[in-house]
């Protein structure tokens, strides 16, 4: 473990004169700046607005499609080295301590009782921006009198992986009954981070469809 440990903080201290070369487009990120998702390019504020959503109901399934425009970026000193947050107007941030806290939608369905539901990606658009790591979501601050600050928590074994997170982007995140009705929790994923690539993806749309009842 902290083998793996040191070698991630000197890829992440290389990272200051190397460029790693790929389908991405490296930009000259500011302490703080606007990432459009149409394209490959920094934005203005004009790009920092709400997403779109739109939800088309059917008897069997439910589409839901999202267009984004862009988010900003903050950069932030950790001890392993420069790191970012992202922000979407009215977009939450994922919470699994240690893994990026990417821009996330959380929404509600209300479906029949008898659903089995389960989700299909339809469609993604997105841009790549290279050497774009993620801030880890930290575990929540203490507010007992006297307890130490937490310390700071990144999870090792991801920031060293080739896995894009979250994965899928769409997820089923709980399922519940309240008196006749039934709700579903889907949590979607703004951006994806991969580490080893040193990659992030900026979605301009999402379209997803929740199957109601088991496909054929």
Known sequence: MNTTRALFRIMLCLNIVIFFSSCGVTQDY????????LEPRLGTSE????????????????????????GKIVRRKSPVGDLYYMHIPRVGKMGKEGLPALP???DLFEIPIDASPSIEIMEVVYVTYDN???YPAQ???????GAEASKFYIDDEYYSSNRWYP?????????????EKRYIRVLLGC???CPKKRQLRVFSKIKYRI????QE
């Not at 500011?30 to 998702?37: H, V």
């Not at 790009?47 to 425009?69: C, L």
């Open 211 to 214: 199957h109601l009842y088991k």
């Open 139 to 145: 575990p929540p601050i203490s507010d007992v009198y």
């Open 132 to 134: 774009l790591l993620i």
């Open 30 to 37: 500011k302490d703080s700046s606007y990432l459009s998702a």
């Open 104 to 106: 996330m939608r959380n």
């Open 191 to 193: 951006a994806q981070q």
């Open 47 to 70: 790009i920092y607005k709400e997403p779109i959503g739109e939800r088309k109901i059917y008897n069997d399934y439910i589409d839901v499609t999202y267009s984004f425009f862009g």
């Open 167 to 179: 994965s899928p982007i769409a997820q089923i995140y709980s399922d519940q009954r309240a008196s």
